[in-house]
């Protein structure tokens, strides 16, 4: 495995691949079974994997903690060699951004509500640094968790809209035993709240069940705050979109999505179904 970390070293390394076909799995590290998803799905696709280790602070609004992100660079090294991917980039923020950069990507359409109001220029700056990273890379293939399922859509969208000749894949969601949505930002849950934590999965299971069964959209999704914010959980959202779109739909169709984001104790939990 090839380890660059300057965007020469980079730019020679990729260069050694020549015409094969190239997947992109970007990440910001601190990697966990979900990256390796990601990566597991990308060997599959493509003669060689590419991942890309960079904390993007333009996706980090004033109310997060950029610095606290965790950073377990030897850890990440390590895993990726394990799975058996062909190099890994770890760029430095002139790589990315250049002294004098200064153009940035909105997204309308599937940015515009959820993530996109509670963290204003987030998905700004996951398309900028996105696009910046398919333009050095140009990868044939990119992967990303269905996870995060609105990123997932701003990127499509974005891909389409701008025409750009890069294949999008999402991967089904790692979960941990409890059910719980493999992330990063797990390891900031106490042991109480990663017990609790569990009961997110469980909502969304019990809600997707009843809906199914033909129970009324506006009554599942009630019960489902009510549940969580009984047991402690700041419910930002819980609603049933369409999966593409992001618009809040009144009934169960092709395509729904049931996505929330609650907050338990000092972390947010994204998940969707």
């Known amino acids: 495995m090839i380890v660059a970390r300057t965007l020469q070293e980079f730019l020679q390394a990729r260069a050694s691949f020549k015409d094969y076909s190239i997947a992109l799995v970007p990440t910001m590290g601190a990697l966990h079974e979900g990256h390796m998803a990601l990566v597991k799905r990308a060997k599959e696709l493509s003669h060689y994997c590419i991942v890309t280790i960079f904390v993007n602070q333009l996706q980090f609004d004033q109310n997060e903690d950029f610095a606290r992100y965790p950073k377990t660079e030897e850890h990440d090294i390590k895993l990726l060699e394990q799975h058996g991917v062909d190099l890994v980039w770890l760029p430095r923020v002139g790589d990315i951004y250049p002294k004098g ?13 959820w993530e996109g109001e509670k963290r204003p220029g987030h998905f700004s700056g996951v398309a900028t640094v996105v696009y910046r990273l398919f333009s050095l890379i140009k990868p044939q293939i990119a992967c990303f968790g269905e996870k995060d399922w609105q990123q997932l859509q701003v990127i499509r969208r974005m891909v389409e809209d701008l025409n750009i000749p890069i294949s999008i894949f999402g991967v089904p969601i790692v979960r941990e035993t409890d059910g719980l949505a493999k992330s990063s930002r ?3 849950l ?10 997110l999965y469980q909502v969304l299971k019990e809600s997707h069940r009843r809906l199914l069964n033909g129970d009324a959209v506006s009554m599942v999704l ?11 959980f700041e419910v930002d959202y819980f609603n049933l ?7 809040k739909i009144s009934e169960w169709q092709q395509n729904a999505r049931l996505i929330t984001a609650s907050k338990l104790g000092s972390v947010r939990l994204l998940d969707n179904m």
């Open 222 to 232: 009630k019960d489902a705050v009510e549940n969580l914010s009984h047991h402690g």
């Open 186 to 188: 797990n390891r900031f």
């Open 241 to 247: 979109v369409d999966g593409a779109s992001l618009c």
């Open 101 to 113: 950069f200064a153009t940035h990507i909105t997204v309308d359409g599937p940015s515009l509500l």
């Open 190 to 199: 106490s042991p109480e709240e990663h017990q609790k934590s569990a009961l």
